[in-house]
């Protein structure tokens, strides 16, 4: 009998019942969900199952469990599946799992781990298991001029982390050749925002970086429409986290509220970012690389990443809408640069 075998004899007719619940992409495989059930106490049980979206390398679950005195209490599952990414599992699980026991001490507001299983050894795909945070994502533009500077001011607090062991160094993937440019985009400034990365990385001290920090990352809590702030429950996704310029996290995020919400809050971001007490490389070639390569990054990924967004819920962000959002945002940055300084 394999351990797959072995554990599907574990799976209950009520964890099944509760899965199918909520539909089929909600099912966990039954060798995972005999691991998750060896996590709980036990007078513990799995009693629902529901597929939580906006992810892209992961599928991730919410598992809802009794406790003894009669009460629920929820855990997140997140299972590496698709191939592509399989290669990647080991060295992410294993990364956030360290960085969430690291960060437990801090007052960032993340998940605690439960357990990982980075190799599938228990599993049938590589997971890990953490708390579940209150709070939701919020990609709606009602309530954005309050959400931005919370997330400048979170993001500042993530930089001034200091933990006990550096983690890797940042890499990037995309190179100028493997952008994308949309149909029917302005040529001239797209190949200026080409050229412009072609030139190595500037160089920089560096600080801890969450590596895609980003709306679709970050958790708030249901305030009345129309609130003058907004309050951050919570940051998840912590499997890329490594050392670079702070410019990285920044240019990412702002690239993310530029084709979500508009090409102007890029800037209003990173202004957000300073105003919090946040530092960008001072040179403002060296910050437009950054911004402009992390454009030029999404370019490759665009129906993806669209097609996250759409899930979680901005049906209006169609691969082609986000595309005509991209240009416009390539065009302003090569004709103004990151942001006014004053």
């Known amino acids: 009998m394999t351990k797959h075998d072995a554990a599907a004899e574990q799976y209950t007719a009520t964890e099944h019942v509760a899965a199918v619940e ?16 060896r996590q709980l106490a036990a007078d513990e049980q799995i009693i ?15 598992l809802a469990i009794s406790t003894p005195d009669g009460g629920t209490r929820a855990l997140v599952l997140r299972s590496y599946v698709d191939p592509y990414y399989l290669a990647l599992a080991e060295e992410s699980l294993t990364g956030e799992a360290n960085t969430l026991t690291e960060l437990g001490a801090t007052d960032v507001p993340t998940p605690k781990l439960v357990a990982v299983d980075a190799t599938a050894e228990h599993c049938e795909y590589p997971s890990l298991l953490m708390t579940h945070l209150p709070g939701r994502t919020a990609l709606a533009d009602d309530g954005l001029e309050a959400r931005v500077p919370a997330l400048a001011r979170q993001l500042v607090a993530i930089h001034a982390l200091r933990p006990a062991e550096r983690p890797r160094q940042y890499v990037t993937l995309s190179t100028p050749d493997t952008a994308v440019v949309p149909q029917g985009a302005d040529e ?19 600080c801890f970086l969450h590596r895609d920090f980003q709306p679709g990352n970050v958790l708030f809590a249901a305030l009345p429409s129309g609130a003058a702030s907004a309050q951050i429950t919570g940051v ?11 410019d990285l996290d920044v240019a990412h ?49 665009v129906d993806v990443i669209s ?9 209006d962000l169609t691969t082609r809408a986000v595309e005509l959002r991209l240009d416009a945002y390539v065009r302003l940055l090569m004709r103004d640069g ?4 004053g």
């Not at 001239?188 to 560096?206: D, F, K, L, T, V």
């Not at 998840?236 to 702070?246: F, I, K, N, S």
């Open 22 to 37: 909520h539909g089929a992409a909600a099912i966990v495989r039954p060798s995972t969900l005999a691991w998750v059930r």
């Open 253 to 301: 995020c702002s690239t993310n509220l530029a084709l979500i919400h508009g090409p102007e809050w890029s800037q209003r971001f990173a202004t957000a970012y300073e105003e919090a007490g946040g530092t960008l490389t001072a040179a403002e070639d060296e910050r437009l690389y950054w911004f402009t390569r992390h454009a030029l990054a999404f370019s490759e990924e």
């Open 188 to 206: 001239a400034s797209w190949a200026a925002a080409i050229e412009a990365i072609r030139r190595p990385a500037p160089s920089s001290e560096g």
């Open 48 to 62: 629902g199952i529901e597929a939580l979206h906006g992810g892209i390398t992961a599928e991730i679950r919410k």
């Open 338 to 341: 990151v942001m006014a300084r």
């Open 236 to 246: 998840v996704d912590w499997a890329a986290t490594c050392w670079g310029p702070a």
């Open 307 to 315: 097609g996250a967004w759409r899930k979680a819920g901005r049906a």
